[in-house]
């Protein structure tokens, strides 16, 4: 019965994340995507983000190397910015701590669009357990393909965990239960502001399961 959960958003924030993704591209491409293009991009995982922008810049599909060489690039932009003596992530404690708690006598997963080396990165900064699994972007997978892969051959009942209406849409998909975390995904589900204390987290996940 995994209970999965998304990153960003969910368990904590990483600032300028787009900014650094544009960076990481320009450096292998020779020149960043621009907001426009990226604006223009449906997915939302790195690699659906990463494939379209490589399809609208060079009208070709994007191949395991090309996505390698961007979570690369990528990685090493957010080990250098984001460090105790640059920048800082915003971990949601409560969430964090619930998170753990349900781990302890329940099977969790991380279920996230970033890129696998870029998503064991950010779980290391946010001090989330390494034996909790992580489960990143994979090429030609759709957010819901990944939750799908966390759940096969698990019995339910499952639930998904997320801040953004394609997390919800990736629950939905798949008749999943769903428990919101901010403000950004409006509907009848549950939902969490993310400064909620772990005995929150831990009776809304009991109350949707």
Not at 142 to 159: E, N, T
């Amino acid at each position: 019965m995994p209970i999965c959960f998304d990153l960003d958003g969910t368990l904590g924030h990483f600032s300028s994340g787009f900014v650094l993704l544009r960076e990481a591209l320009g450096e292998i491409w020779g020149q960043m995507p621009t907001l426009e293009e990226l604006r223009l991009c449906r997915g939302s995982t790195d690699w659906e983000i990463v494939a379209e922008l490589h399809q609208m810049r060079f009208g070709r599909n994007l191949d395991e190397t090309g996505y390698s060489a961007y979570e690369t690039a990528c990685v090493a932009r957010f080990r250098k910015v984001f460090t105790p003596e640059a920048r800082a992530a915003v971990g949601y404690e409560g969430i964090l701590l619930g998170m753990h708690r349900l781990a302890a006598t329940r099977r969790v997963w991380i279920v996230s669009g970033n890129a696998p080396e870029l998503l064991a990165f950010k779980a290391d900064v946010l001090g989330i357990d390494a034996a909790i699994p992580r489960l990143g972007s994979l090429p030609r997978h759709d957010r819901k393909d990944l939750l799908q892969r966390a759940l096969r051959g698990c019995p339910g009942p499952h639930l998904y965990l997320g801040d953004r209406p394609h997390d919800l849409a990736a629950a939905q998909a798949l008749g999943l239960p769903f428990v919101g975390i901010g403000g950004e995904v409006p509907g009848d589900h549950r939902n969490l502001p993310s400064d909620a204390g772990a005995e929150h987290l831990i009776a809304a996940v009991e109350a949707a399961l």
